[in-house]
């Protein structure tokens, strides 16, 4: 079974960083789309970047902000966060698929609150 295991979360001051990883086993994130989503409550979840073959996408709202990286070697994928917003608050799933919108396998997310 593949499994995904966030870390990083945790409560920042607007303006503030955070780093998120996402250990992956049972694939190699080198061979796969892996990608950050985020769920505020209330809120539809919501893409937030992804890394693969073609390079990283990012939505337009953190664009300058964060930045995903991958380490093959620790088959894990890292989300660094800077100058964070109120609005950044949720909670953030990674995911690893085939290609993008089909990923097949989630983690159980990790709570990112910012406060005001």
């Known amino acids: 079974q593949v499994q995904l295991a966030e870390s990083g979360g945790g409560l920042v001051q607007a303006g503030g960083s955070l780093t998120l990883s996402c250990t992956v086993s049972g694939r190699s994130v080198s ?4 990608g950050w989503f985020r769920q505020a409550p209330g809120k539809e979840r919501e893409f937030v970047a ?3 073959w073609f390079g990283t ?9 964060f930045t995903i990286s991958r380490d093959n070697a620790r088959n894990m994928v890292t989300l660094q966060m800077n100058s964070l917003k ?3 608050t949720a909670v953030y799933y990674c995911a690893t698929g085939r290609a993008v919108n089909e990923y ?3 983690g159980q997310g990790t709570q990112v609150t910012v406060s005001s």
Request: glycine share 10%; with cysteine; aromatic share 18%.
């Open 50 to 52: 992804c890394i693969s």
């Open 31 to 34: 061979g796969y789309v892996v």
């Open 104 to 106: 097949d396998y989630w």
């Open 86 to 88: 109120p609005k950044d």
């Open 57 to 65: 996408q990012y939505t337009d709202s953190v664009k300058g902000r």
